[in-house]
């Protein structure tokens, strides 16, 4: 791959965010009449032209539906889909058979809750999530709860949002048959010390499902060394397109579970009488899947691999600390969101100004931030505020973009008094 971020990076072992902000389209976008301060990445990442290209490429001369024609164009499809799956296992340092492609992370976790929890679950057992959940990693629950009577726990965290392990032990039992649990925060950026809650898990005999819709952007994940039973993420926090998610998980466990979907490609054999379904991941990827859209995941993992994950993080974690100290001078700002271990992403109020006011207001300046309760409502509650504002920061982002946020944040406070 050759793009100017790559080869900067092997010359220069700086990181030259200026190379990489080079390499994404939408850095050099102008939005009411200002060059656009992108702090919203948690939400969705930009993309880097090394996605858009290879997309366009296989759409273009690449392009037929996989695994079906005995045709050469048919067979590249399912090819380059293959070794995206490829891609995506040696990411996480899982096998390819133990990767699934699913829509977003949300259908990730929803395959396992119909699909595990159909087949493993019975009224009474419980199921053990934090208080710092998405509500893709809630509701999910709440619908099997009210199929099939399971329970819920939620992992208290602290003030400070630190996730409480102590308490979280105490939770577990012999019903305990699952722990769900973020890895990375999207709200307060705290980063959960997974291995440790997987070990602890099994001990107590439950399997565990990792959230990384944050973690993998900002940490990756060795999936071998935490030992977790499922992991999953979503293709555009990565700098991939919309409509591609993963599904980690252990072989032996995935090949135990019914298939969740039916349709085209899962099946073995299908007779009106009984079908025979194939093994994971096939099993679970029913009917034509978002073939381009792995591919284009693949690129995305392919960038970041090029600049190096250790690298993006400890810029981002410069970034984190810098925002951290500047957001810290403004009188009336409350940072909400102080645990040990945080990602890039910090939350905050401004005392007389409702965080969606903050968000239209620097808007006009140009900054993109997130207001609302960000999917975690339930938090929101916890920290006493019904909405935040938040700033998430990526591979692009520069020191300057905080400096922007902040003017941006003294205009609130001139307008607010
Ligand atoms: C964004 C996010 C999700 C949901 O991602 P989708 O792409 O909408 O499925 C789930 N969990 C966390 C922690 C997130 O940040």
Same mark, same amino acid.
């Given at each position: ?13 700086? @990181?030259?965010? #200026?190379a990489?902000r ?8 102008q ?20 996605v858009?290209?290879?997309m366009?490429?296989? &759409? ?10 005995? @045709?050469? /164009? ?42 595990? !929890? ?34 819920i ?13 102590d308490?979280?032990?105490? /939770? ?29 898990? *099994?001990e ?6 990792i ?19 499922? &992991?999953?993420?979503?293709? *555009?926090?990565? @700098? =991939? ?18 298939? @969740?979907? !039916? ?13 025979? &379904? ?5 099993r ?8 381009? #859209?792995?591919? =284009? /995941?693949?690129?995305?993992?392919? &960038? ?13 974690t ?9 957001? !810290?001078?403004?009188? =009336? ?7 040990r #271990?945080? =990602? ?11 965080? *969606? ?19 975690a409502?339930?938090?929101m509650?916890?920290?006493n ?6 700033a ?24 607010? !008094?």
């Amino acid at each position: 791959m050759s793009t100017a971020a790559a080869k900067k990076t092997l010359s220069n072992d700086a @990181y030259d965010v #200026e190379a990489i902000r080079a390499d994404f389209p939408a850095m050099s976008l102008q939005v009411n009449g200002k060059p656009l301060v992108f702090l919203d990445s948690g939400a969705s990442a930009q993309k880097p032209s090394v996605v858009l290209e290879r997309m366009d490429r296989m &759409y273009r001369s690449e392009y037929a539906n996989v695994h079906r024609g005995a @045709y050469r /164009l048919s067979e590249l499809a399912t090819e380059n889909y293959e070794n995206a799956r490829k891609t995506v296992a040696q990411f996480m340092n899982a096998s390819v058979d133990e990767i699934v492609f699913t829509r977003s992370v949300t259908a990730a976790i929803n395959l396992v809750a119909h699909s595990f !929890g159909r087949a493993f679950l019975k009224a009474g057992d419980e199921v053990v999530i934090s208080h710092m959940e998405h509500h893709a990693n809630i509701v999910p629950w709440q619908l099997l709860r009210d199929i099939m009577g399971i329970v819920i726990k939620v992992a208290p965290i602290d003030d400070d949002g630190n996730f409480l392990i102590d308490e979280f032990k105490k /939770l577990l039992g012999p019903k305990t048959k699952l722990v769900a649990i973020t890895h990375c925060s999207n709200v307060l950026g705290t980063i959960t010390p997974i291995k440790e809650i997987t070990r602890i898990a *099994h001990e107590a005999g439950a399997k565990v499902l990792i959230d990384g819709a944050q973690g993998i952007v900002h940490l990756g994940v060795d999936v071998r060394d935490v030992d977790c039973d499922f &992991y999953g993420f979503t293709g *555009h926090k990565l @700098y =991939g397109p919309t409509g591609i998610g993963v599904l980690y998980g252990k072989r032996d466990l995935l090949n135990a579970l019914p298939p @969740y979907e !039916g349709g085209g490609d899962m099946i073995e054999l299908v007779t009106f009488e009984k079908t025979t &379904y194939r093994e994971a991941p096939a099993r679970f990827e029913a009917g034509t899947p978002p073939i381009v #859209e792995a591919v =284009g /995941l693949a690129a995305a993992i392919d &960038y970041v691999n090029s600049v190096g994950l250790d690298r993006i993080a400890k810029h981002e974690t410069g970034l984190r600390d810098y925002a951290m100290k500047r957001l !810290g001078e403004i009188d =009336g700002l409350t940072i909400i969101g102080r645990p040990r #271990e945080k =990602g890039p992403i910090v939350s905050f109020t401004l005392e007389g100004a409702h965080p *969606h006011d903050i968000a239209t207001i620097i808007d006009s300046k140009g900054v993109a931030v997130r207001a609302g309760h960000h999917c975690a409502q339930p938090l929101m509650e916890r920290c006493n505020v019904a909405a935040t504002a938040r700033a998430s920061f990526a591979m692009y982002n520069r020191i300057e973009d905080v400096d922007a946020l902040v003017d941006a944040l003294n205009t609130v406070k001139d307008i607010f !008094g």
